[in-house]
C-alpha cells in the first residue's frame, strides 16, 4: 500500500444502526482483496464512539454510544495524480450494503485537517466514560439521591475530570453548599 500518503479522509453516509456492519464489511472485504493481490484503496474506516455513564435501576451504568450517527469515516485513495476520480475505489465503498453516499455524492469531499485531528481525538478519548447529560454552571438540579434528596440545587463548579459537581442547595432560607457525583442529579421536570 504505497500510495497511502495520497489517501485521505472522507465521510460516508450509512443506514441508520448500520455504521457497525459496514465497517467489517469493508474491512473485511478489503483484507480478502489483499490477500488476493487486489488493493482498492481502502486503508481504515472508523465508527467514532463515545462511552456513556447512566444510571438505571439505581445502579451507574456504561454503555457505547455513536457520536456520528449514520456516518461512517473511511481513509481511502479516491482520485488519481490528475484529480480524477478513480471509480473502482469509489464503487468499492459505494456499492457495500448499507452504504448510502459519500458526502459530495460523485464528487467526495475530503475532510479538513481540523476535522480529522478532531475525529481522532473523539476515537482517542472513546474509552473514558461522559455522563449523558452535560452539565453547565448555573443550570438547576434535581437531587437523586443523598441527604439532600428531592431538593433542588444550582451548579456552582464542575469537576470533569472526578465526574463531580458543586451545588448551592437552599435549606430553610440558607445556601447550603454540596459535592454530588453527575449521576446524583437530574434535570427538574418541566
Given at each position: 500500500m504505497e500510495s497511502e500518503d495520497k489517501s485521505r479522509w472522507y465521510t460516508v453516509q450509512v443506514m441508520s444502526g448500520q455504521e457497525r456492519r459496514v465497517k467489517e464489511s469493508l474491512l473485511n472485504q478489503r483484507d480478502r482483496d489483499l490477500a488476493d493481490g487486489i488493493d482498492k484503496g481502502l486503508f481504515d474506516v472508523l465508527v467514532p464512539t463515545v462511552k456513556v455513564m447512566e444510571r438505571k435501576d439505581g445502579k451507574t451504568v456504561i454503555r457505547e454510544q455513536k457520536s456520528y450517527p449514520g456516518y461512517v469515516f473511511v481513509k481511502s485513495l479516491?482520485?488519481?495524480?490528475?484529480?480524477?476520480i478513480i471509480a473502482e475505489n469509489w464503487m468499492f465503498v459505494k456499492e457495500t450494503k448499507g452504504v448510502i453516499n459519500f458526502m459530495g455524492g460523485v464528487r467526495p469531499i475530503a475532510l479538513s485537517d481540523e476535522e480529522v485531528a478532531?475525529?481522532?481525538?473523539?476515537?482517542?478519548?472513546?474509552?473514558t466514560p461522559r455522563p449523558e447529560v452535560i452539565w453547565k454552571v448555573g443550570d438547576n438540579v434535581i437531587i437523586k439521591e443523598g441527604a439532600f434528596e428531592n431538593c433542588e440545587g444550582v451548579i456552582e463548579d464542575i469537576?470533569?475530570?472526578r465526574k463531580r459537581l458543586k451545588l448551592s442547595v437552599t435549606i430553610f432560607g440558607r445556601a447550603t453548599p454540596c459535592e454530588l457525583d453527575y449521576w446524583q442529579v437530574d434535570r427538574p421536570q418541566s
Open positions: 479516491l482520485y488519481d495524480d490528475e484529480d480524477k478532531g475525529l481522532m481525538q473523539v476515537e482517542e478519548e472513546k474509552d469537576d470533569e475530570e
